[in-house]
């Protein structure tokens, strides 16, 4: 259709006319949410900056909606699910869970050769991205909330005591606030996270279902690609790894425990520094939530690192370096004649673990807390040492009590842990190991599943 000549063309649409907030602090906040909930070429988007106000009321309503505890979780799944959205996340072919169950099933067969524990697998399972984070936010849940609960109620404890007297019950929408604000900063944190990890102990902690095997097609080929080793090695050495963790989590019943254990520890002695939340909420715009994005992104409620936080995070670092040192050197045992691209694919995901990636460290700077296990070269080189001088048996045997864990001074000389002085001393330690191994061999692996190397039901390739 033509313009009438006497009127002017209409070149598009005009801002001032179609945005009624033209001019208003309205307009700033919603230019800050015009990416995520519209705006011009936005799903869903207004014209000319218009936010599409139905969407921005329904994410309002969802964020402000009430909650237990002191993080709004289904916005945080909600706000996850949307991250890994931004990106393709295909569903895992029959194909590729054919080959994940299988290569699962060969590791296990692998790694019975290299530790007595046995299988820990009772089913191999390919994920996508957002599978990951609906099988691992509820133990996300435990292990954020305890961090979580400080920091946003510092939030409420930031306001000058006359504020929190007018206030009264504004303080609980407060809450509410804070809640949704952190909420949606772990989702962010933990879509990012999707994005990275390889399998479902990747970070060294047992997120999924006990017994479960799990691994993620689309980021293992993302990991794989210019590595220069076939993709079916770089897929059977994920699953070794995945296999390992699975075994240890399994068989040592305690440890599942301890490690979120530490993790609230941790979070239990959180203190947050008022003062400088204070000095900073006094230069915070209300009006503009990109600000307090940013500002939350860079670690304005960031818990401060007081001895006891410190000690509780050294226990930790200890422990995920351990399990990750135990696991590096249980594999490199089973691929040792088996697989000779083994030292270069050993080297990539050390190299990948120690540096860890950005959404890692978005996580650590939201709740002050690194998942790396600093100190995975040192604790494989103290397993190795123990297995080359007492055997496999006795090297295991140390995951039978938390009390037998080597400390993290033993990491300060990992050739020397369990270094015999006397022929009694080797006699008491050699008849404490084998009662130690016996017991945990024996152990019921309780909810993980029974042993053996049953694995997924489809049969796995011949053993190379």
């Known amino acids: 259709m033509t313009n009438d000549p006497g009127e002017p063309a209409d070149d598009g649409p005009d801002e001032s006319r179609d945005n009624p907030f033209k001019g208003t602090p309205f307009e700033q906040m919603f230019g800050a949410f015009g990416g995520a909930f519209g705006g011009p070429g936005g799903p869903g988007g207004g014209p000319a900056g218009m936010p599409d106000l139905s969407a921005l009321m329904s994410q309002m309503q969802a964020m402000m909606a009430p909650h237990e505890g002191s993080v709004n979780w289904d916005l945080a799944k909600d706000v996850a699910r949307k991250t890994v959205a931004q990106e393709p996340d295909p569903t895992p072919t029959d194909r590729q869970r054919r080959e994940v169950a299988d290569a699962l099933r060969l590791a296990d067969h692998w790694l019975d050769s290299a530790t007595e524990l046995p299988s820990g697998v009772r089913v191999g399972v390919a994920w996508s991205r957002a599978e990951w984070v609906e099988q ?83 980021n293992v080929a993302a990991f794989a690609d210019g590595l220069d080793v076939s993709a079916d090695d770089v897929l059977l050495y994920l699953a070794l790894r995945e296999a390992a963790h699975q075994r240890l989590f399994a068989h040592v019943p305690w440890l599942r425990g301890h490690l979120v254990a530490a993790v609230e520890d941790y979070g239990r002695g959180t203190t947050i520094d008022i003062s400088r939340i204070e000095a900073s909420m006094r230069d915070l715009d209300p009006t503009n939530p990109e600000a307090i994005q940013q500002a939350l992104e860079g670690g304005l409620f960031e818990p401060e690192r007081t001895p006891a936080q410190q000690a509780a995070l050294t226990r930790l670092e200890t422990a995920l370096a351990l399990v990750e040192g135990w696991v590096d050197e249980v594999v490199s045992q089973a691929t040792e004649e088996r697989m000779p691209q083994a030292t270069r694919l050993q080297e990539a995901v050390r190299r990948r673990r120690a540096a860890g990636g950005p959404a890692e460290s978005a996580f650590a700077a939201l709740v002050g807390l690194e998942l790396r296990p600093r100190r995975l070269r ?30 993290a001074a033993d990491l300060d000389d990992p050739l020397g842990f369990q270094e015999g002085s006397t022929p009694e001393l080797d006699a008491a330690r050699d008849e404490e190991f084998d009662a130690a191994l016996a017991e945990l061999l024996d152990s019921d692996p309780g909810p993980s599943g029974p042993g053996g190397s049953d694995g997924p039901e489809e049969g796995g390739p011949a053993p190379r």
């Open 136 to 218: 691992t936010v509820g133990v996300w849940r435990r292990l954020v909330e305890p961090v979580a609960e400080h920091v946003v109620g510092a939030m409420g404890n930031a306001l000058p005591e006359e504020a929190r007297a007018m206030a009264g019950p504004l303080i609980g929408l407060l809450g509410q606030a804070g809640g949704a604000m952190f909420g949606s900063q772990v989702g962010q944190a933990l879509g990012g996270l999707a994005g990275e990890v390889l399998s479902s102990s990747d970070v060294g902690l047992p997120l999924g279902p006990a017994g479960t095997g799990a691994l993620l097609p689309t």
């Open 378 to 407: 040192d604790a494989s080189a103290l397993w190795g040492s123990l297995r080359s001088r007492k055997g496999a048996d006795a090297r295991d045997a140390v995951w039978a009590h938390p009390d037998l864990l080597p400390t």
